[in-house]
């Protein structure tokens, strides 16, 4: 049989602490409440306890989508951990993800292109079920630990990140699901954003702090610019017109550059959804997130639904997939 790979399900974890914009403005002694709800739409974020890592934030939200697809961890054939910010720099935190999860089964390894990982790890994933009969259940999980590497005194960075997972279970059938995805890059952007220690780079000395930094600025027209014209080609590419889309999950950066996207788009802001009013900007975690919340609010894909994921993260790197539900 010809194999396709579809979504059979979703999960999502979301620590209990709440950080509000209100708090924020104490922190830093001056207001930014304003600024974020106007400017990107963040009203509050969510933060790991003390006692919690990348790869519990990833267990507890592939256990949910493992109980929703009705499989056992021993079913899983690969985990691919989209994250950066792991649980250590080697080895490789999906294996840890493995090990907690008890999936004994299951090939492992970690992506990291930023905040696109999830996105990618979708592509490769669905592939790799098309093409290998060694696999027919994958797990794609999106876990973000970023709070962990912000300096909470610089009102650029800690009033953004915050943390969370998402996952899906990815798996065979004889039905279409995944139908391309087309990913872009530009490295020139390298050096713009991130966490600029503990690699060979600048290996990180003891006593040293791991922050995230911009060192330069994007042009705040990055995402809007790039994600319009990404999305046109990669429907071009399966054959398909902008007014078939009827779901559209994008990395919850800004809300204003969504509304925007959908405005050049010509769709109605109801065949997206946000999350990032509530939970913060949570990297590679946010579109699975975004996803499942919006399942659980009752605004699930219906079968046969063109369903679309456009992600970007620091590098620059950006992708957009294409499933039929």
């Known amino acids: 049989?010809?194999?396709?790979?579809?979504?059979?399900?979703?999960?999502?974890?979301?620590?209990?602490?709440?950080?509000?914009?209100?708090e924020l403005d104490q922190m830093l002694g001056e207001p930014v409440d304003e600024w974020l709800v106007q400017n990107v739409?963040?009203?509050?974020?969510?933060?790991?306890?003390?006692?919690?890592?990348?790869?519990?934030?990833?267990?507890?939200?592939?256990q949910q989508a493992l109980e929703r697809a009705q499989l056992t961890p021993d079913q899983i054939d690969l985990i691919i951990l989209a994250t950066d910010t792991p649980d250590y720099i080697s080895p490789g935190t999906a294996s840890v993800v493995q090990y907690k999860l008890g999936a004994r089964r299951a090939a492992t390894f970690d992506i990291n292109n930023a905040c696109a990982a999830w996105l990618t790890g979708l592509d490769i994933a669905a592939k790799y079920i098309a093409t290998d009969l060694d696999y027919t259940y994958i797990l794609v999980v999106g876990a973000y630990g970023m709070t962990r590497f912000v300096d909470w005194t610089d009102k650029r960075t800690c009033t953004?990140?915050?943390d969370g997972a998402g996952a899906v279970v990815l798996g065979a059938s004889e039905r279409p699901g995944f139908l391309g995805a087309k990913l872009i890059a530009d490295g020139s952007f390298h050096d713009y954003m991130g966490v600029f220690v503990g690699g060979t780079y600048a290996p990180l000395r003891q006593g040293a702090q791991q922050y995230l930094r911009i060192q330069k600025r994007f042009p705040p027209d990055t995402n809007q610019r790039h994600w319009t014209p990404l999305i046109r080609a990669l429907l071009e590419k399966i054959g398909r017109r902008v007014e078939e889309v009827a779901k559209i999950y994008f990395t919850q950066l800004n809300l204003r550059t969504i509304e925007a996207v959908m405005g050049e788009l010509g769709l109605p802001m109801s065949k997206t959804h946000t999350i990032m009013e509530k939970w913060g900007y949570t990297g590679s975690a946010c579109m699975p997130m975004a996803l499942d919340d919006a399942i659980e609010q009752g605004d699930a894909p219906q079968e046969g639904d063109l369903v679309l994921f456009v992600a970007s993260g620091a590098g620059y790197t950006m992708g957009a997939a294409a499933f039929l539900w």
């Open 1 to 22: 049989m010809t194999r396709h790979a579809r979504i059979l399900s979703s999960g999502r974890y979301v620590p209990e602490r709440i950080l509000t914009n209100a």
């Open 160 to 162: 953004l990140f915050a």
């Open 41 to 62: 739409g963040i009203r509050e974020r969510r933060i790991m306890r003390d006692d919690q890592v990348t790869s519990d934030l990833a267990v507890a939200a592939a």
